[in-house]
């Protein structure tokens, strides 16, 4: 039944819910010797147990009480008792909290957890909720307690968290001996090549605990579908849009209840008149909804993030709602199809194929403290790179809903893997395994808890517009009868809009010449291998270094360890210090000795940051060069650390960007002019809907004195969704840069000389080296601040004529008083180069802090000592 009209309301609105989220206590098995019945008395005395962090773990409350060094900082976590050496008594917890809650006449209370790791028990008030032990990381439970409520409202609840059955021995190798797979549960916490050992496991109540009170009936997994038909645009008007919107309804009472289950959209209502039986479940289908000249959902980059309120509501007869739940709704339509170019899977949504720019995320923080702040930061930093997906790594988690209502926001689709890696799972012999391969295969040990867990988490997040592919695991498939029910069951028949992958890089994805399929390559490249090495056509890990600054590193790394590593030409190793060591440092080898002699430790983050500037620019040139042809899309490995790593990362843990993300901001622009280093071809790269025409196309070059040397210009075009070459000015770069290096400056101006992209090159003399970088004289840069509004700041660098081009210049908001960047802060771009007679805006944006001295702006570059400057 589809009704029109103005908004309409009903009644009244009995459901509410809230978090349970401050005001635990927590205490280890050891010194508690009393059972849950008894703990989860209001008279029980908790005095002597810790505050804890929930959502959180164990370790996450033990450091947070200083009764564990924080695991982030030099070899602290060295000092941290590993629960392969302590066993798994030492890090299981009793959790407490009291909380006040009656029960409403006629009226249901429920206690929900959204994540604990990783089996409990819980009680409520002297009553055990559960019959039998509640296990799997990735599982929501929730328990019906209206009748175990205090009549008074004083409640408490205890919950007694175990650690996973089985712990691994963190020995070193990916996923350490392996073991820690057996689980249904996350895969890097016994350790990996970019991470250390995580002493408890991440043992806790990880997610969520809430309480949501509702009628007599209430919403269970509501799923929405939106269908877009046929190849749209995103301005302009739309042909309609088809929406279908079922849930299930459970009726908790002993009698059976009749309503109407409905939803609002746009100003619309579909309802449907239900009866429920007496202690029942039941799927309602709503009639599919025809949505007129909708507002669709794009990708950054190719469109807007529109996206709907839905209101969903079951009001019992009589008008009064028994329970509701609030909707986002992102209209839009993914498909795929095999590219016979290329030989990989492309991707399509609202019938446009989109060039994969993605990146692979591991998880937000190692210690699981979550937060939306913290999520939405670091999906805006991908937004910023002109990144269009993420990628959530199958050795960490399925990500939270708050993470998916951020990349909603940003406009980033998201690459969802299942729990299970190849290192871990049995895909290559590993003597670093204590299992043989045929065992490993079989992981984790509990198929049955796996699948259901999956239906679960299919279920939490199915509504979500960014959500595109569901895969079956990291370089592996889940075991075979797992495999079959994912694909032939459970996404037919969950979700079966989305593309299902059987793994990462699973041959149905991509195939290369030989007709297998694989990642790379890994770590510090030549320019050359980006644009010119043919790789996998749908890459799912490709990617370089990724050392943050010098701010960043002392962040993390003692003073006495600030040493710069020491690469040997002859031998090709590196000298690292042991805590840049630990902190899973790789090579920059040959890259960084092209820029001078390293000085001492800020000297080399300083120059690293042109390495990193370049190896991510290149590489997405380099991919973007070949799209449709080569490549329907590539995600780097990786683009940030659960923890204080030293590679793949293109801002720090502590948000703190660094050269990497903006070498991908201008590399990953929509509309970008770049050329290849080896053969001097000039090219523009079109990743937006509209064709762009009458435009000049302009090269130059500049020596290290500011002299200009025009090569050419010449009008030129470019169609949608491709790269167009122009012509080669290798020969004009050879001669001018021989003895010195020079800048190439390639820029696009629209007809009324709009500038539409500029790229900055700086390219080394004939030897392949940067000495005339070494050479240059002083900036004459002039900078000024002024506020725009509370938390926007724009910075404007101007170059004089006649001058040296301004190199490479970091910007950074900083706290008045204390100097130390605020974080974290988002810049319209950054490592700047202004060019003689030039003058570039960089709006920085953050969010003030409450009683802190006024910022200012922080700035410094290649050839300029820092400067701090006041904000106007």
């Not at 009656?102 to 206690?111: H, K, R, V």
């Not at 025809?290 to 996206?307: C, D, E, F, I």
């Not at 709009?754 to 090159?761: F, G, K, R």
Request: glycine share 8%; hydrophobic share 35%.
């Amino acid at each position: 039944m589809l009704l029109g009209g103005a908004f309409w309301a009903p009644i009244a609105n009995a459901q509410s819910s809230y978090e349970l989220n401050s005001g635990w206590q927590c205490a280890p098995i050891a010194k508690v010797k009393d059972n849950g019945t008894a703990i989860s008395s209001t008279a029980y005395s908790t005095t002597g147990w810790l505050p804890a962090t929930v959502p959180g773990t164990v370790l996450t409350s033990l450091v947070a009480n200083k009764q564990m060094p924080d695991p982030f900082y030099g070899m602290n976590n060295e000092q941290i008792p590993d629960i392969y050496k302590t066993g798994r008594d030492y890090y299981t917890y009793w959790f407490v909290k009291d909380f006040k809650q009656t029960a409403t006449a006629g009226g249901q209370t429920y206690l929900n957890f959204r994540g604990v790791n990783y089996s409990f028990d819980v009680f409520l008030n002297g009553h055990k909720l559960n019959s039998t032990l509640n296990k799997g990381m990735f599982m929501r439970r929730s328990f019906n307690i209206t009748k175990w409520l205090n009549a008074a409202g004083n409640n408490r609840l205890a919950v007694i968290v175990y650690p996973p059955d089985v712990v691994g021995n963190p020995n070193g190798g990916q996923g350490g001996d392996g073991t820690i797979a057996k689980n249904v549960g996350i895969q890097y916490t016994a350790g990996w090549d970019w991470i250390q050992p995580i002493r408890d496991r991440n043992t806790g109540i990880w997610d969520k605990v809430t309480i949501q009170t509702t009628g007599a009936v209430k919403i269970n997994d509501p799923h929405v579908i939106t269908l877009v038909p046929g190849v749209r645009q995103p301005e302009g008007a739309q042909a309609p849009a088809i929406i279908k919107l079922s849930a299930e309804l459970q009726n908790a009472t002993a009698a059976p209840v009749s309503g109407t289950l409905q939803y609002i959209l746009d100003g619309k209502k579909v309802a449907k008149k239900v009866t429920l039986k007496a202690n029942s479940k039941e799927e309602i289908k709503l009639d599919d909804y025809t949505l007129v000249n909708p507002k669709l959902w794009w990708p950054s980059g190719y469109g807007a993030q529109n996206l709907y309120k839905l209101k969903l509501q079951f009001v019992a007869d009589g008008g009064k709602v028994s329970d509701e739940d609030n909707i986002s709704v992102g209209v839009r339509q993914i498909t795929t199809e095999w590219n016979a170019r290329t030989e990989s899977k492309q991707v399509n949504i609202n019938g446009q194929k989109i060039f994969i720019k993605g990146g692979n995320w591991i998880i937000s923080d190692e210690m699981l403290r979550f937060s939306d702040a913290r999520y939405d930061a670091e999906v805006r930093f991908h937004r910023d790179m002109n990144l269009n997906l993420i990628r959530v790594w199958g050795g960490a988690l399925i990500e939270r809903p708050e993470f998916y209502e951020a990349c909603d926001k940003y406009g980033m689709l998201v690459f969802q893997d299942m729990w299970g890696s190849g290192d871990c799972n049995g895909r290559w012999l590993d003597p670093m395994k204590l299992e043989d391969q045929w065992t490993r295969r079989k992981y984790p040990d509990d198929h049955n808890l796996y699948l259901e867990s999956v239906k679960d988490q299919v279920k939490l997040l199915r509504n979500y517009p960014s959500l595109a592919m569901w895969c079956g695991g990291n370089e592996i498939t889940p075991p075979e009868d797992i495999l079959v029910a994912l694909r032939d069951h459970i996404m037919p028949e969950l979700d079966n809009t989305r593309w299902f992958i059987e793994y990462s890089n699973s041959e149905n994805m991509s195939r290369n010449v030989n007709g297998g399929n694989g990642d790379g390559p890994y770590g510090i490249q030549p320019l050359s291998v980006f644009w010119n090495e043919k790789t996998f056509p749908f890459n799912s890990e490709v990617g370089s270094v990724g050392v943050s600054d010098y701010e960043s590193l002392k962040r993390f790394i003692p003073k006495e360890n600030m040493v710069a590593p020491v690469y040997d030409e002859q031998t090709g190793k590196n000298k690292v210090d042991p805590v840049w060591d630990y902190h899973k440092y790789i090579g920059y080898d040959w890259s960084i000795a092209k820029y001078g002699k390293v000085k001492d430790v800020e000297d080399f983050a300083n120059k690293a940051q042109l390495v990193n500037y370049d190896q991510y620019r290149g590489l997405m040139e380099g991919f973007s060069s070949h799209m449709w042809d080569w490549y329907t899309g590539s995600i780097i490995w990786k683009t940030q650390n659960p923890w204080t790593a030293m590679r793949g990362q293109m801002y720090d843990y502590y948000l703190d960007p660094n050269a990497c993300l903006y070498g991908l901001h201008n590399g990953s622009a929509p509309l970008h002019v770049m050329y290849n280093p080896t053969d001097g071809m000039v090219m523009v790269a079109n990743n937006t809907f509209k064709p762009v025409t009458n435009m000049m196309l302009v090269a130059k070059m500049y020596d290290m004195a500011g002299k200009e040397k025009l090569i050419t210009q010449v009008f030129a075009d470019v169609t949608a969704t491709t790269t167009k070459r122009y012509l080669s000015i290798k020969k004009d770069i050879d001669a001018f840069a021989k003895e010195d290096g020079a800048f190439v400056v390639l820029e696009i101006l629209a007809e009324d000389k709009t500038q539409l992209s500029q790229n900055i090159y700086w390219v080394p003399n004939e030897k392949g080296e940067y000495s005339g970088l070494q050479k240059m004289d002083k900036s004459q840069l002039t900078v000024n601040a002024k506020a725009i509004k509370s938390g926007k700041i724009e910075v404007t660098l101007s170059n004089t004529n006649n001058a040296p081009v301004a190199f490479f210049n970091r910007v950074s908001v900083v706290d008045g008083g204390t100097k130390e960047r605020i974080l974290p802060a988002f810049y319209s771009d950054n490592y700047v180069s202004v060019l003689p007679g030039e003058t570039k805006k960089v709006v920085v944006e953050y969010t003030p802090a409450k009683n802190a001295a006024a910022p200012q702006i922080s700035i410094s570059g290649w050839n300029m000592a820092e400067k701090v400057i006041a904000v106007n």
